[in-house]
């Protein structure tokens, strides 16, 4: 005998228990214990260790989720942002926002298991940045003989840079500047 449809009050609940356990992760992170247990975790989340186990395997995948999460909410709003914006003015909007960024969720970058570069091509394809520049170039303000798919990883590999925490990366006008300095070298 088939299965009835999972009711939708059940999957509001198991939305809400996702929700409560990424918010606890966050605060266990940002409360300086980057090494919780699930245990703590799903204490701190109010929620079983059965229904904690459903969601994620173990810690590590929900720091990914954590780091996926900040991403989506942050990145559709910054690029969309950024897309009226002359060239110049979005690049320097970018370096604002990557530095700001990282600073309010050092927490999360700091108590990661993978390295920066590898959270960030988890978390983040070049894709975003690939259309910002194609854009670009189709109204005429990017005239770089570079092509967009390599400028879109140096950008991205920049913006790294300044999130990795080390002495002046995370400095929003030097970040700025380098990326006006490769992406308008070309402009009109």
């Known amino acids: 005998m088939d299965q ?3 009711p939708p009050a059940r999957r509001a609940d198991s939305r809400r ?5 990424l918010t606890a992760a966050e605060r266990l992170l940002r409360d300086g ?3 919780f ?4 975790l799903a204490r701190d989340a109010g929620v079983t260790r059965a229904t904690l186990y459903r969601h994620f395997a ?8 954590l780091a996926a999460a900040i991403a989506d909410a942050v990145l559709p709003a910054l690029f969309e942002a950024l897309a009226p914006l002359p060239l110049e003015e979005a690049l320097t ?3 604002r926002e990557v530095v700001d960024v990282g600073a309010a969720h050092a927490h999360v970058i700091g108590g990661h298991h993978r390295r920066l570069g590898d959270l960030a091509g988890f978390v983040v394809s070049d894709e975003p940045f690939t259309a910002f520049l194609a854009d670009r170039r189709r109204r005429g303000e990017l005239t770089s003989p570079l092509d967009d798919r390599w ?4 950008i991205r590999a920049l913006c790294l840079l300044a999130l990795d925490g080390q002495e002046g990366t995370g400095d929003a006008a030097a970040l700025s500047s ?8 070309g402009l009109k």
């Open 178 to 185: 380098t990326l006006r300095a490769l992406v308008c070298s």
């Open 58 to 65: 173990d810690r590590e995948e929900v720091l990914d989720a």
């Open 93 to 95: 909007r970018l370096a």
């Open 151 to 154: 400028l879109a990883r140096c």
């Open 33 to 35: 214990r980057p090494r």
């Open 17 to 21: 228990s996702r929700r409560a356990i």
């Open 37 to 40: 247990t699930m245990i703590e």
């Open 4 to 6: 009835p449809p999972t």
